[in-house]
T-cell receptor, first 112, second 115 residues
């Protein structure tokens, strides 16, 4: 959906390097979800952010939701080949949860 | 711990044939969703069911019908398959509440080719 823009579309990084993926909306986000997808497989839930300024981490992945709740970033520290895949952000555009959209995804490749 | 189960995993149809994609979740979630994923288009919502007994159109509902059979099961039917419906179909479920919503859980997908 064009209402949720992800950047970059694709990314190639050297193993051990840090990287950031962004997810931007023109509307207030009532819930922001990050997923990872390996080629040919389903989506695996990574993290959920709901409050402005919220930050969550899991292993080497950190996600933040800005204060205005219109942008989120996903940061990977010291990337590994296992981080390769497609990262998608999804968001609730209303509190009722009846307007859930996804970005088009960011394809990450990690070279060793 | 099955989560969301989709059947079949792969299917090849001829134009004009019909088929039903099945989805079942064992997490007692109230909301269920059907998406299609195409290269460069991301995930697009076909239909969703906010709660048992209700269904609503999403972004791309034309050519599809759905049935929320019970709280666990949500099926997607193609009445007369067209090549444009070649895609990967994902079913998802989640708990949706008045004050907060939970993330969706996805099935492994159905890869559908229509010749």
């Amino acid at each position: 959906s064009q209402e949720l823009e992800q950047s970059p579309q694709s990314l190639i990084v050297q193993e051990g390097k840090n990287l950031t993926i962004n997810c931007t909306s023109s509307k207030t986000l009532y819930g922001l979800y990050w997923y990872k997808q390996k080629y040919g497989e389903g989506l695996i839930f990574l993290m959920m952010l709901q409050k402005g300024g919220e930050e969550k981490s899991h292993e080497k992945i950190t996600a933040k939701l800005d204060e205005k709740k219109q942008q989120s970033s996903l940061h990977i520290t010291a990337s590994q080949p296992s981080h390769a895949g497609i990262y998608l952000c999804g968001a609730d555009l209303n509190q009722a949860g009846t307007a859930l959209i996804f970005g088009k995804g960011t394809t990450l490749s990690v070279s060793s | 711990n099955a989560g969301v189960t989709q059947t079949p995993k792969f299917q090849v149809l001829k134009t004009g044939q019909s088929m039903t994609l099945q989805c079942a979740q064992d997490m007692n979630h109230n909301s269920m969703y059907w998406y299609r994923q195409d290269p460069g288009m991301g995930l697009r919502l076909i239909y969703y069911s906010a709660s048992e007994g209700t269904t609503d159109k999403g972004e791309v509902p034309n050519g599809y019908n759905v049935s929320r059979l019970n709280k666990r099961e949500f099926s997607l039917r193609l009445e007369s398959a067209a090549p444009s419906q070649t895609s990967v179909y994902f079913c998802a479920s989640r708990d949706r509440g008045f004050y907060s919503n939970q993330p969706q859980h996805f099935g492994d997908g159905t890869r559908l080719s229509i010749l």
